[in-house]
Each structure stands twice: as C-alpha cells, then as structure tokens.
C-alpha cells in the first residue's frame, strides 16, 4: 500500500473555497488503485488543513497523477486556496486490525491522529499498543515508511469519537469533513 499525506495551509479567508475544492475530489472514487481519502482541519491549528490518500501501490497512484489529478485541481482551481503545501508519500508497513478490515472500518472514523517519528525497531509495536489504549475507539491504524529522505515513521490513527487531547498531546489531531471523503 502507498500512503499520501498532504498538508496545506489555508489562510482564514480562504477556507470555505478551499473546502469546496476539496469536496470536487469526490470524482476520483472510482480511479483505478485508490482504497480512499480522508482529509480535515487540525484542532490546533486551524489553518491547517491534513489530506490522507490510500493507494494500492506507487503505480495507480502515479497512473492517477498523469492521466487525472491535473484536470481537477485546475478545474477548482483549488492552487488559489492555499499559500503552502507539502506532500509525503510512505509505503504501508502495517494496519490495524488488516488492511482489508482497516479499510473498511475508517469509513466510519471522525478524527485523524498523527504521530511522526523515527523509525527503529519495535516502532510497529509500539504504536499498534498506544492504538489499543484508545479503548475500543480506534476505526484504524495505518503506518507507513517514507519513500525518501529519513528514516521516518508516520501512523495515522483513525478515531470514531474525539480523544482525551492529552492523549494526542504529541500527535497532531484533525476533525475529518464527512463532504471531503473519497
């Protein structure tokens, strides 16, 4: 599995056209290789706005970049809607409770928590451990490695109800927008 993370800035007065950008997403649903995509608002940080993209490998994701990503985001226009952005693509380590299962599961997920760290032995473990700590509350867990650069873990915990935000005090948390899911 690849696993896209997109951060944009999104000044205040541009939220609301960012939002409706975001929403023309919805026209990939049925791209070749694309499992889903969650995206929204960080509690923390409101001008911040977290994108997830599942993708069966580095081929249907670079097939949607060639043949459909273009024509959307000139179409929304959506480059007006923010001021930065950065994307890190991650090759899929391990799920919770399995891909397929995680999959279907975090459609019913309302929080995205973040946590990014180096990676080094046991790291799996121990974030499949701190998911569980979430009582039953987990709708997924994907991590993933970054496909260049550091040696990089980021884990993505889907959530169904908002956590104790001491829980995710070293995480970033973002609400998910029900109108933005692919």
């Known amino acids: 599995m690849l696993i896209k993370w997109i951060i944009c800035q999104v000044p205040e007065n541009r939220r609301e056209a960012f939002s409706r950008a975001q929403c023309a997403w919805k026209a990939i649903r049925d791209v070749d290789g694309l499992y889903g995509q969650w995206g929204g608002w960080n509690v923390h940080r409101p001008a911040e706005a977290g994108i997830l993209a599942l993708w069966r490998d580095r081929s249907s994701h670079d097939a949607f970049m060639s043949q459909v990503h273009d024509s959307i985001f000139h179409a929304t226009?959506?480059?007006?809607?923010?001021?930065?952005?950065?994307?890190?693509?991650?090759?899929?380590?391990?799920?919770?409770?399995?891909?397929?299962?995680?999959?279907?599961?975090?459609?019913t997920s309302r929080w995205i928590?973040?946590?990014d760290d180096q990676l080094y032995?046991?790291?799996?473990?121990?974030?499949?451990?701190?998911?569980e700590d979430f009582d039953g509350d987990v709708a997924a867990l994907f991590m993933g490695r970054?496909?260049?650069g550091p040696d990089r873990c980021l884990s993505f915990t889907l959530?169904?109800?908002?956590?104790?935000?001491?829980?995710?005090?070293?995480?970033?948390?973002?609400?998910?927008?029900?109108?933005?899911?692919?």
């Open 113 to 115: 928590r973040v946590s």
């Open 77 to 107: 226009k959506q480059e007006q809607t923010y001021e930065r952005l950065s994307v890190t693509l991650l090759v899929g380590i391990s799920s919770l409770p399995g891909e397929r299962e995680a999959l279907c599961r975090a459609l």
């Open 121 to 131: 032995p046991g790291r799996v473990d121990s974030d499949r451990h701190a998911a």
């Open 159 to 182: 959530l169904r109800s908002r956590p104790d935000l001491k829980s995710v005090r070293d995480s970033r948390l973002f609400r998910l927008q029900e109108e933005w899911l692919v």
């Open 146 to 148: 970054t496909l260049n």
